[in-house]
T-cell receptor, first 112, second 115 residues
Framework: GEDVEQSLFLSVREGDSSVINCTYTDSSSTYLYWYKQEPGAGLQLLTY?????DMKQDQRLTVLLNKKDKHLSLRIADTQTGDSAIYFC????????????FGQGTTLQVKP | GAGVSQSPSNKVTEKGKDVELRCDPI?????LYWYRQRLGQGLEFLIYFQGNSAPDKSGLPSDRFSAERTGESVSTLTIQRTQQEDSAVYLC?????????????FGPGTRLTVL
């Protein structure tokens, strides 16, 4: 079945760039999403990319998509302590119901 | 307007009891989803509603789990005869249509603990 994998933990220094990686298995994926989860809070949609795009930039966030390798990444420029959270990659896949397949989440720790 | 709300925020129950979890989606959103998040893990899809019908129930883990939705409004997820492995955060999300770029807005979740 469809699967999404992420590394579990990333630690960076404040001001550095963070790169969070994700791989997925469904070759017919249409949209891929990045969500952010802060302690005690619900999931917040950060950004998304459509499968016919290679890159999308939104302020400090850059999403890169390599469809051939089924690899997605999220780069956060000038990482701040407020960026500390769990980041989830999610795949819309080929489902016509819109259900999302989530990775396990990457915990980003930003050290001052 | 208001976002997705869920109640209760926390529920502690004894093994074998039934529980009901409630979700109020964003007004006008026709699609509603339930997900489960076990400790330290990603979200697992449970069920999808379009209006008050459920075309995809493929994620419900057993027949102890059921859900219903009233029109394009409130949904309840019921877990009968709860087991310790049901302990998790149950998240509800809604979206405008369930199709295309289907941005899902999530509620804060209900943390269920089965003793």
């Amino acid at each position: 079945g469809e699967d999404v994998e992420q590394s579990l933990f990333l630690s960076v220094r404040e001001g550095d760039s963070s790169v969070i990686n994700c791989t997925y298995t469904d070759s017919s994926s249409t949209y891929l999403y990045w969500y952010k989860q802060e302690p005690g809070a619900g999931l917040q949609l950060l950004t998304y990319i459509f499968s016919n795009m290679d890159m999308k930039q939104d302020q400090r966030l850059t999403v890169l998509l390599n469809k051939k390798d089924k690899h997605l990444s999220l780069r956060i420029a000038d990482t701040q302590t407020g960026d500390s959270a769990i980041y989830f990659c999610a795949d819309h896949g080929s489902s016509n119901t819109g259900k999302l397949i989530f990775g396990q989440g990457t915990t980003l720790q930003v050290k001052p | 307007g208001a976002g997705v709300s869920q109640s209760p925020s926390n529920k502690v129950t004894e093994k074998g009891k039934d529980v009901e979890l409630r979700c109020d989606p964003i007004s006008g959103h026709t699609a509603l989803y339930w997900y489960r998040q076990r400790l330290g893990q990603g979200l697992e899809f449970l069920i999808y509603f379009q209006g008050n019908s459920a075309p995809d129930k493929s994620g419900l883990p057993s027949d102890r789990f059921s859900a219903e939705r009233t029109g394009e409004s409130v949904s309840t997820l019921t877990i009968q005869r709860t087991q310790q492995e049901d302990s998790a955060v149950y998240l509800c999300a809604s979206s405008q249509s369930g199709q295309g770029r289907n941005e899902q807005f999530f509620g804060p979740g209900t943390r269920l603990t089965v003793l």
